[in-house]
């Protein structure tokens, strides 16, 4: 019988490197693109077991043999909030070299979504989230964020595990670019209605608060720019990623 104290020394043998995944839907997504995960821990598995079958049927199986029930105030001890679905596991990270050789991989089938400086873990699992959507090759970022820090885990609902997530290094102030032609988001760009975005290109937005840097801008083979209202500022990061990945996508759509 697996105790409380066997839960804690577990869960803290593997957290020091691991992700975690907080909430059902982060578990959910992990799972179905090959995350290993050595421990999942649920406060009620019929109640998970009940959203399994309405929206992962595919997994009740995995589930069953690798979820551990425990009490809340368990599982309190290990998460700093629990989920609204009193579920969280901790998953191993992918290999960094194994993610940097499928960005630098070519051909292309599809971009790779480049953040400068982003300032917001949040903005940056939404984007990852889009992403792994419209099946992306990877996002990568520049600065001192952490693409994998648990808030942007959260906020990608775990989909990090469906495509190639890491932050650039910096060589001699230049940043090491994946292959591949730069679209750099820019209000001065042309409008991205009248361009072609080609599989292979690099998408790069701006920070949250400055746009992209001057570095990154002095390298754009293209600078694009979306549709918008005059006398509006902006558009969220993940909304700018959306829509320049729906146009990059409905290129296709009559091939």
């Known amino acids: 019988m697996t ?23 982060a578990l959910k997504h992990a799972l179905r693109f090959g995350a290993d995960v050595p421990l999942a821990v649920a406060t009620d598995k019929k109640a ?20 551990i029930e425990v009490p809340a105030a368990v599982l309190r001890e ?15 990270r992918p290999s960094e070299r194994a993610n940097r050789e499928t960005l630098s991989r070519l051909p292309r089938t599809a971009p790779v979504v480049v953040l400068d400086n982003p300032r917001n873990l949040g903005n940056v699992g ?32 775990g989909l990090h595990y469906a495509t190639a997530v890491e932050r650039l290094e910096q060589t001699e102030g230049r940043t090491e670019l994946p292959p591949g032609p730069v679209f750099a988001l820019d209000p001065e760009g042309e409008d991205i209605r009248a361009l072609a975005i080609p599989d292979d290109a690099l998408i790069v937005f701006g920070s949250e608060r400055h746009g992209i840097s001057s570095e990154l801008r002095d390298r754009a083979d293209r600078l694009v ?19 320049t990945l729906f146009r990059w996508d409905s290129q296709n759509w009559d091939a």
Request: glycine share 8%; net charge negative.
């Open 3 to 25: 105790t409380r104290n066997d839960i804690a020394g577990q869960w803290r043998e593997h957290a020091a490197d691991a992700v975690l995944l907080d909430g059902f839907h």
């Open 225 to 243: 720019a979306l549709p918008m209202r005059p006398l509006v500022s902006s558009y969220n990061l993940a909304t700018s990623v959306a829509m």
């Open 48 to 67: 998970m077991f009940s959203l399994a079958a309405d929206l992962a049927e595919d997994l009740t199986a995995a589930l069953a043999t690798s979820v």
């Open 126 to 157: 939404a984007v990852v989230r889009l992403a792994a959507g419209f099946g992306a090759t990877g996002v990568v970022t520049t600065g001192d964020l952490d693409p994998w820090h648990s808030n942007a885990v959260r906020a990608g609902a």
């Open 78 to 92: 290990l998460v700093p909030k629990i989920h609204p679905t009193g579920v969280a596991a901790l998953a191993v």
